[in-house]
């Protein structure tokens, strides 16, 4: 599996630290459309964001 580019993540950390951390069906549909990827992925995204924030392993972001 490889990466998503560090814009496509960058706009999903923001949408999710900024915006909503669970997206609607419609919202997840618009962002998939915009950054190029499948509705599925930003769902699984959104997913495993919140996972790594439950864990407190949300580090791998800082970088933003």
Same mark, same amino acid.
């Given at each position: 599996r490889? /990466?998503?580019?560090?814009? #496509?993540q960058y706009? !999903?950390?923001e949408?999710? #630290?900024y915006i909503n951390q669970?997206? &609607?069906?419609? =919202?997840? =549909? !618009? !962002?998939a459309k915009r950054l &190029? !990827? %499948?509705f599925k992925q930003v769902t699984q995204w959104f997913i /495993?964001?919140?996972?790594? %924030?439950?864990k407190n392993k949300f580090?791998?972001?800082s970088r933003f």
């Open positions: 490889k /990466n998503y580019s560090l814009n #496509v706009e !999903l950390f949408y999710y #630290v669970r997206p &609607s069906r419609w =919202e997840k =549909e !618009l !962002l &190029s !990827l %499948t /495993n964001a919140r996972r790594r %924030t439950i580090y791998k972001y």
